[in-house]
């Protein structure tokens, strides 16, 4: 059995400047590249969004930062943000992308977002991610990325739930924190659930 580190959303779009701007999302790159060299296998999600995507505030007339319900699921409304193509959706310059093995896009139904890495809000698709750690005999997986309080909390509780050991480093995360305190929130409900909360300086491979 092996380990893998994830990097989740680590796009342009949630560093500083960009169109869904994490506070100090640039900051997790240094972190990261220092992490790569460590594992064997490095995966990359990539938040991949088609035009006018149903999570876009611009597509349903609502103010960004307001929920609706959409299918029958609370979906708060983003700026459009990591368009398939789009410079916002490539990787942070500086990231040390020779490293990853594996891109798995997600958000890609126009109808349907997707924070985690392993299915969509609704559970109806898995994004390939499950299928391929498991065709590498990955058991144990180490996340970083943005956002804290998003795509990393439920990439975490998923891959709790789909019976993989989860650490998360958490140094190598931030937090967009709509509310304040969002991201240690998160990094509790992470906990709960059964993840490894850790900073980089323990990964100990
Ligand atoms: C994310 C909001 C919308 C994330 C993606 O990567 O955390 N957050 N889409
Ligand atoms: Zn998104």
Redesign the pocket.
Known sequence: MSKALILVDVQNDFAPGGALAVPEGDRIVPVINSLLPLFDHVIATK?W?PKGHA?FASANNQPIGSMITLNGFEQVM?PD??IQESHGADFIPGLNSEFIAQTIYK?TNPNI?SYSGFFDNQRLQQTGLEDYLRSCDIDTIYIVGLATDYCVKFTALDAISLNFNTYLIKDACRGVNMQPGDDEQAIAEMHAAGVKIIHSNEVNL
């Open positions: 938040d969004h999570s983003w943000h990591c958000g977002d």
